[in-house]
Nanobody, 126 residues
Framework: VQLQASGGGLVQAGGSLRLSCTASGRTLRGNTVGWFRQSPGKGREFVAV?????????YYADSVKGRFTISKDDAKNTVYLQMNSLRPEDTAVYYC???????????????????WGQGTLVTVSS
């Protein structure tokens, strides 16, 4: 499956952006789809995850809880990350990732995901 992340851009602190992760080549149904981010000099950091497509289970990093929301559109084979109340420390390249066989204990581990999108840059100015 190929993943395409989009929706990044430049926004002022307190603003909002919605990222999209669209899959081609195969349906995302049955997959766990996660969002990660990476800022310069840092490793890839877990942001949010939709666990096993129709489970209804979502998890968030503490740093984004209450501000970010992950959701899906079955018809569009797309997962979204709605980001509100953005802060300068949210500045990073955001990646989406997917895997069919992920277990719950591995959702925040980048190496657990088989498929990755190319990343989209989010810049939050103060």
């Amino acid at each position: 499956v190929q993943l395409q992340a989009s929706g990044g851009g430049l926004v002022q602190a307190g603003g909002s952006l919605r990222l999209s992760c669209t899959a081609s080549g195969r349906t995302l149904r049955g997959n766990t789809v996660g969002w990660f981010r990476q800022s310069p000099g840092k490793g890839r950091e877990f942001v949010a995850v939709l666990f096993r497509w129709n489970s209804g289970r979502t998890y968030y990093a503490d740093s984004v809880k209450g501000r970010f929301t992950i959701s899906k559109d079955d018809a569009k084979n797309t997962v979204y990350l709605q980001m509100n109340s953005l802060r300068p420390e949210d500045t990073a390249v955001y990646y989406c990732a997917a895997d069919q066989h992920l277990i719950a204990s591995s959702i925040s581990t980048p190496d657990s995901y088989d498929y990755w999108g190319q990343g989209t840059l989010v810049t939050v100015s103060s």
